[in-house]
């Protein structure tokens, strides 16, 4: 742990980070043979697949509806190979400054305002994501229930009124009814499920939820994908289906199915922990592992995407779900599967989510701490003065940082490529012009928030909640879906990692850097224009 200090105080844009942006050497934090590295190559792919694969395959089918058959599969090949060449760039970012999160990462590259920034938009794209699968398991749940009650009402009442008025107000009756309860098991799921599978404090933690998880997802892809394959056989004439957009309707359909596909490969905010926890943390590893996540994302999405369009074609609504009779009995299973996804899905969100949150919160209570004991010495020297104390007081003095320590940092050969050991500070001397021997060294202030399991427990507990209560706020998941991944989305998959890759390797030449400057550009673009698309949906 104490390599990444030793560069947060190389960092902040001195000429010693410079120097180690233009050169080749990868800064591997933690250390290769550090006891944290406990997760073997396949499980950290499989961590990276439970966090990317989730409630927004139900959307799937609605971009490639909006897209047609080739030229949804067009775009779902374009945007996994923009989001893999993304995920390289942050990662390999964070192996060349030996940056262990997204928010240091640019703060390395543009200073420490970005980090908060980065901070910010990845907890609400983190929140955002708890809401939307909360909304999910509520309308599974509310589904399941007005099922049941309507199967109830036809067996014990044959008989049906003439009164419009009658019926209206008792199917509204129902229909609340069915809500509240639908929001009180929701409540319960979250506090009884999600809530202890939350509490683990890092993704090798929830290695064991990861089967579950693809399992779930797994059982649903393969039921909307044996019905659509079905129905598609079976009834091909029947089926309103398209190759391409609608004509005029290109440039629309392009900025409506882009955000889905983008949002569905999103697992950014977690790369970094698995690259942190990943054995033999090799570059040929690291590729081998994206190569995996794209490449079986990919194939299910774009199988599920075309099954679900060919069952329902031009018709296809946001939840492909609701285009599925609830009495089938393999997509009933498929539904359960969904269920199971979402809530092993939620702690993999509350993770990066909570982490924000505590990190914030501590900053906050050491800046008050800090605060309280400078005010407290002012007020003791203060009070010496007034005594006519004639005692000297001996001056604290900081460290100074030598500006060549970073030159001189000893290399040593790890998988093929060169990387920088740090190595702990030294003890200072009184002839080291590097540093100077504090006198009488100042006191850490205590933080006011311990890093105790009562501040974890109430953090996921605050955001669970929080999550609980916008979800029943949320009309439908495809809101939540639009908003996010037309804009935070965008920013986090495509426009930041290109962003600060392009700052840290820009002095390799425009000509290697090219591809990585067209997608920032055109990530910009898609930003201002998805969102304007979204927007105008939602009216």
């Known amino acids: 742990m104490g390599v990444i200090h030793e560069f947060e105080l190389l960092g902040g844009g001195s000429s010693a980070s410079d120097n180690r942006r233009a050169s080749t050497m990868e800064y591997i934090v933690p250390a290769p043979g550090a006891a944290s590295r406990n997760t073997p190559l396949i499980p950290s792919a499989l961590v990276l697949l439970s966090t990317m694969v989730g409630g927004g395959m139900l959307t799937l089918p609605y971009a490639c509806c909006q897209m047609g058959l080739l ?27 030996g940056a262990t999160t997204y928010g240091s990462v640019a703060a390395d590259a543009f200073g420490p305002e970005a980090a908060p920034v980065v901070t910010a938009l990845t907890f609400v794209l ?20 007005e099922f049941m009650r309507e ?55 929830l290695r064991f939820v990861t ?65 942190a926890e990943l054995t033999n943390p090799t570059r040929e590893r690291l590729k081998l592992v994206i190569a995996i996540v794209i490449a079986v994302s990919t194939t299910a999405y774009t199988l599920f995407g075309l099954a679900g369009y060919l069952w329902a074609g031009d018709d296809t609504q946001g939840d492909v779900l609701q285009n599925f009779p609830f009495d089938d009995p393999l997509v009933s299973l498929g539904r359960v599967g969904l269920g199971i996804g979402m809530l092993c899905n939620i702690p993999l969100m509350v993770l990066p989510a909570r982490d924000i949150l505590a990190d914030a919160l501590s900053s906050w209570s050491q800046r008050c701490s800090s605060a309280g004991a400078l005010t407290a010495g002012a007020h003791k020297e203060e009070a010496h003065l ?44 009184p002839a080291s012009g590097d540093y100077t021997q504090p006198l009488a060294p100042a006191p850490e202030p205590k933080p006011f928030l ?82 304007w698309a979204s927007m105008v949906a939602s009216n």
């Open 71 to 97: 030229g949804g599969m067009l775009l779902q090949l374009a945007s996994s190979v923009a989001a893999g060449y993304s995920l390289f760039m942050l990662v390999a970012s964070a192996r060349r400054t």
């Open 126 to 145: 983190t929140f955002m994501c708890i809401t939307a699968y909360s909304v999910i398991l509520r309308d599974l749940i509310g589904s399941g229930i």
């Open 151 to 205: 199967n109830d009402r036809t067996t014990t009442d044959g008989t049906t009124t003439d009164d419009t008025a009658l019926a209206l107000a008792a199917a509204a009756a129902a229909e609340s009814a069915a809500s509240n309860s639908a929001n009180t098991v929701l409540l319960l799921l979250l506090l009884a499920v999600a809530f202890p599978l939350s509490l683990h404090k890092s993704l090798s933690g």
């Open 211 to 275: 089967p579950a998880s693809l399992g779930s997802m797994l059982l649903l892809a393969c039921a909307v994908t044996l019905r659509g394959s079905m129905h598609a056989y079976t009834q091909w004439e029947d089926i309103k289906w398209r190759l391409w957009p609608r004509d005029g309707m290109v440039l629309l359909g392009v900025l409506k199915a882009l955000p889905i596909y983008t949002l569905s490969y999103m697992c950014h905010f977690n790369a970094l922990s698995m690259h």
């Open 386 to 429: 007034v005594e006519g104390s004639e005692e000297e007081e001996e001056g604290v003095q900081m460290q100074a940082r030598s500006k060549e320590k970073d030159a001189a940092l000893p290399l040593s050969s790890y998988g093929g490529t060169s990387h920088a050991t740090l190595p702990p500070p030294a003890a200072a001397s």
């Open 450 to 531: 311990e890093d105790g399991w009562l501040t974890h427990g109430g953090l996921t507990l605050l955001i669970l909640l929080g999550a609980f209560c916008a979800a029943t706020a949320c009309p439908g998941v495809e809101v939540v879906w639009g908003l996010c991944g037309s804009s935070v989305g965008i920013l986090l998959a495509l426009t930041f990692p290109s962003a600060i890759y392009l700052k840290l390797r820009f002095h390799k030449g425009f000509k290697k850097m090219a591809s990585t400057a067209v997608l920032l550009v055109t990530s910009l673009a898609l930003l201002v224009a998805c969102s």
